[in-house]
């Protein structure tokens, strides 16, 4: 055990995540069937020594269309799903359908918390995305079908390491500590 305090002494920037096929929904009964998928747990799951210091979710979202990457992309991809955060190590509901902020045309979004989130060595999120009702809509001046929108995620930050430094002694027993 380390006496004294902990100390942030360096800083690596970091990023891990997978992806998740949210499909189109299918009605042939009349319900929807496109919701509840989840990132993987080995995207969202912190398996290393060291902390990471989570400063912001990036989610890129790709458009299929006939099993392919649909082109041209339609530029409306991110009101066709919903995220659901959930932080599953301390069980706690971080967001229920999280407003994305674009950061790169129209595919590439980002969520950042209030103030950045340490994970520890095995602390999970738990990442679920929802499809909107339909995804028939109007991209390449015609009304297409995309068959599903591949959600990549990443967690992204700094990997932290740490030292401890010890508390400074008074020069004499009932002395203030020495400055500096």
Same mark, same amino acid.
């Given at each position: 055990m380390q006496n004294g305090q902990r100390q942030v002494i360096a800083?690596?920037?970091? &990023? #891990?995540?997978?992806? @998740?096929?949210?499909?189109? /929904?299918? !009605?042939?009964?009349?319900s929807t069937t496109n919701k509840g998928y989840v990132l993987p747990?080995?995207?969202?799951?912190?398996?290393?020594?060291?902390?990471?210091?989570?400063?912001?979710?990036?989610?890129?979202?790709?458009?299929?269309?006939?099993?392919?990457?649909?082109?041209?992309?339609?530029?409306?991809?991110?009101?066709?799903?919903?995220?659901?955060?959930?932080?599953? &190590? #301390?069980?706690?509901? @971080?967001?229920?359908?999280? /407003?994305? !902020?674009?950061?790169?045309?129209?595919?590439?979004?980002?969520?950042?918390?209030?103030?950045?989130?340490?994970?520890?060595?095995?602390?999970?999120?738990?990442?679920?995305?929802?499809?909107?009702?339909?995804?028939?809509?109007?991209?390449?001046?015609?009304?297409?079908?995309?068959?599903?929108?591949?959600?990549?995620?990443?967690?992204?930050?700094?990997?932290?390491?740490? &030292?401890?430094?010890?508390?400074?002694?008074?020069?004499?027993?009932?002395?203030?500590?020495?400055?500096?």
């Amino acid at each position: 055990m380390q006496n004294g305090q902990r100390q942030v002494i360096a800083r690596e920037t970091f &990023s #891990r995540g997978g992806e @998740v096929v949210v499909h189109a /929904p299918r !009605q042939e009964d009349g319900s929807t069937t496109n919701k509840g998928y989840v990132l993987p747990d080995k995207a969202s799951t912190h398996n290393m020594d060291r902390d990471f210091e989570v400063t912001h979710l990036t989610f890129k979202l790709t458009a299929l269309a006939n099993g392919a990457v649909a082109d041209p992309q339609p530029t409306i991809l991110d009101r066709l799903i919903q995220v659901h955060l959930l932080d599953a &190590s #301390r069980a706690q509901i @971080v967001g229920n359908n999280v /407003p994305l !902020q674009v950061v790169d045309g129209a595919s590439v979004f980002q969520w950042k918390p209030e103030k950045p989130f340490t994970m520890r060595r095995g602390d999970s999120w738990q990442i679920t995305i929802d499809g909107r009702e339909s995804f028939d809509i109007a991209f390449d001046g015609k009304r297409k079908r995309v068959d599903a929108i591949r959600v990549e995620v990443a967690f992204e930050g700094d990997l932290l390491t740490y &030292s401890y430094v010890e508390p400074k002694k008074p020069a004499f027993e009932g002395e203030a500590p020495l400055a500096g």
